[in-house]
């Protein structure tokens, strides 16, 4: 069973910066990618980038609001992986969650295709 359980989020000045990490368990050769994914208040769950975490393929994939300013990676253990957050905007605002679709499956930035999630952390951008 995979379990997920983030951590980072805090209050930061626009342009600061913040480290989302991502701790898992669970994570065998059977589930392909971790995703992360973000929610405002009053808006869908919408996908910031995954990473892809077979040993022979390291891909990762952002939504393009982020490109440039948001970097996804993990530690050879793949117990833990990080979301580096810099140059954050106001509308970056909002709770962020990890997530890893079912074993053999792909994820994109769409949330549906994610069967595990974790209960997430809010991060507010505010000056």
């Known amino acids: 069973q995979v379990q997920l359980v983030e951590s980072g989020g805090g209050v930061v000045e626009p342009g600061g910066s913040l480290r989302l990490s991502c701790a898992a368990s669970?994570?065998?050769?059977?589930?392909?990618?971790v995703g992360w994914f973000r929610q405002a208040p009053g808006k869908e769950r919408e996908g910031v980038g995954n990473?892809?975490?077979?040993?022979?393929?390291?891909?990762?994939y952002y939504r393009d609001s982020v490109k440039g300013r948001f970097t996804i990676s993990r530690n050879n253990a793949k117990t833990m992986i990080y979301l580096q957050m810099n140059n954050l905007k106001p509308e970056d605002s909002g709770i962020y969650y990890c997530?890893?679709?079912?074993?053999?499956?792909?994820?994109?930035?769409?949330?549906?295709?994610?069967?595990?999630w974790g209960q997430g952390t809010q991060v507010t951008v505010s000056s």
């Open positions: 997530a890893v679709p079912g074993p053999r499956r792909l994820g994109t930035l769409g949330p549906a295709l994610y069967d595990f």
């Open positions: 669970g994570l065998t050769e059977a589930y392909y990618t």
């Open positions: 990473l892809i975490i077979n040993d022979n393929d390291g891909s990762v």
